[in-house]
């Protein structure tokens, strides 16, 4: 026998969250790591060149952004699609969920919020669900802008300084300009 629709929605709700939450301690853990590991390295070698590694370290995060709002998005579709069959009350599922204390709050009421507010998202204003839908697909898609533009950022500014200085003004212009088209993309 199937679980009931509120036990199914719990449980990607606490799956999702511990998944995030292990992403984030992984973030944490490569970013000390290696900032440990470059200025142990910089210092033995005596070649301060290595601590241009840094920049490297923004793609990554914007890379763990984009992937966090993108499994944010995926668990906001399968609620909503749990709820669309029918099967269960949005406002139920918020009460019953908030009330376990295992959870953290912050972070589940920050998810709570990107959900519906009416009773029932089947029968829910179409507008609302549209417009946090909207919301949600323009965040992921800012992450992946920001994640390609340090990106290109990263290789240029490298690029200049191992290689010619005029490829490191060609990056900043580039970066730059893919910010400010970012940012006209976005809106």
């Not at 199914?8 to 939450?21: M, W």
């Not at 950022?153 to 060609?170: E, I, K, R, S, Y």
Request: hydrophobic residues 50%.
């Amino acid at each position: 026998m199937s679980e009931p629709p509120i036990r199914q929605a719990i449980d990607f709700t606490q799956d999702t969250i511990v998944a995030r939450a292990a992403d984030y301690r992984n973030l944490v853990v490569i970013l000390s790591l290696g900032t440990c590991g470059l200025l142990i390295t910089t210092l033995v070698t005596w070649n301060w060149m290595l601590l241009f590694v840094f920049c490297w370290l923004l793609p990554l995060v914007h890379g763990w952004l984009w992937l966090d709002a993108r499994r944010i998005r995926r668990w906001r579709s399968r609620i909503i699609e749990i709820c669309d069959t029918g099967q269960l009350d949005i406002e139920v599922f918020r009460s019953t969920i908030s009330h376990l204390k295992n959870l953290p709050q912050s972070t589940l009421s920050g998810m709570l919020d990107l959900l519906p507010s009416d009773r029932t998202a089947a029968l829910g204003n179409e507008e609302e669900r549209l417009g946090k839908q909207q919301s949600a697909r323009q965040a992921e898609r800012a992450y992946w802008i920001n994640l390609i533009v340090s990106t290109l950022g990263c290789l240029f500014v490298m690029m200049g300084v191992f290689l010619n200085a005029w490829l490191l003004l060609a990056g900043l212009a580039i970066c730059i300009g893919c910010a400010r088209l970012s940012q006209w993309i976005v809106r």
